[in-house]
């Protein structure tokens, strides 16, 4: 059984760009969320989508984004990039939102802003 | 608003030792609270979901506790490896979200 798959793995943009970072969830899951990584303040939740529709949303500007797909795959973009969004971006998945769900993660996308 | 501590940041022992690692959190109001290991630069791999109703969870050389209404779970990690090194996170979840909320982590070193 194929786990959480995330493209691409590393990207390199400039300040004031945008990107688009994609998760496929575990076959048969379809509860996506995201979550950024940094040195100084961890692991904090972006957001979080069940079947097409973001239930919760973390503290984060409305450059960030997000979206998922009738087949559970999703989505998070961010525009008009700044140094400070460089990161290591994670998705988790899970089988039954909101229950006893174990989440399960992929290898994530490291973002680097230049 | 849910905090996360997990003591020590780091620890560095020998092969073949048992340790504990701690987490503590600030809302007792949990569904449930999954630990996780993670490598360098890779993500996360779960490794015990321990639900609010149960006292203790058992994976292998791994045993996670939970007291729900003091606020603390350790993961107790039986006859440690150097394989065994690498970052452990806790992140409890309310009921209703997938959110999860992660400790800093505590960083562990297993020497041969």
């Known amino acids: 059984k194929a786990g959480v798959t995330q493209t691409p793995r590393y990207l390199i943009k400039t300040r004031g760009q945008q990107v688009t970072l994609s998760c496929s969830p575990i076959?048969?899951?379809?509860?996506v969320s995201w979550y950024q990584q940094t040195p100084g303040q961890g692991l904090q939740f972006l957001f979080e989508?069940?079947?097409?529709?973001?239930?919760n949303k973390g503290n984060f500007p409305g450059r960030f984004s997000g979206r998922q797909f009738s087949n559970s795959r999703s989505e998070m973009n961010v525009s008009t990039l700044e140094l400070g969004d460089s990161a290591l971006y994670l998705c988790?998945?899970?089988?039954?939102?909101?229950?006893?769900?174990?989440?399960?993660f992929g290898q994530g996308t490291r973002l680097t802003v230049v | 608003k849910q905090e996360v501590t997990q003591i020590p940041a780091a620890l560095s022992v020998p092969e073949g030792e048992n340790l504990v690692l701690n987490c503590s959190f600030t809302?007792?109001?949990?569904?449930?609270l999954q630990w996780f290991r993670q490598d360098p630069g890779k993500g996360l791999t779960s490794l015990l979901l321990?639900?609010?109703?149960?006292r203790e969870q058992t994976s292998g050389r791994l045993n996670a506790s939970l007291d729900k209404s003091s606020g603390r779970s350790t993961l107790y990690i039986a006859a440690s490896q150097p394989g065994d090194s690498a970052t452990y996170l806790c992140?409890?979840?309310?009921?209703?979200?997938?959110?999860?909320?992660f400790g800093k982590g505590t960083k562990l070193t297993v020497n041969p």
């Open positions: 988790a998945s899970s089988f039954i939102s909101g229950k006893a769900a174990e989440a399960f």
């Open positions: 076959s048969g899951h379809r509860s």
């Open positions: 989508y069940f079947s097409e529709t973001q239930r």
């Open positions: 809302d007792s109001a949990i569904y449930n």
């Open positions: 321990i639900q609010s109703s149960q």
């Open positions: 992140a409890p979840r309310r009921g209703g979200s997938e959110k999860l909320v």
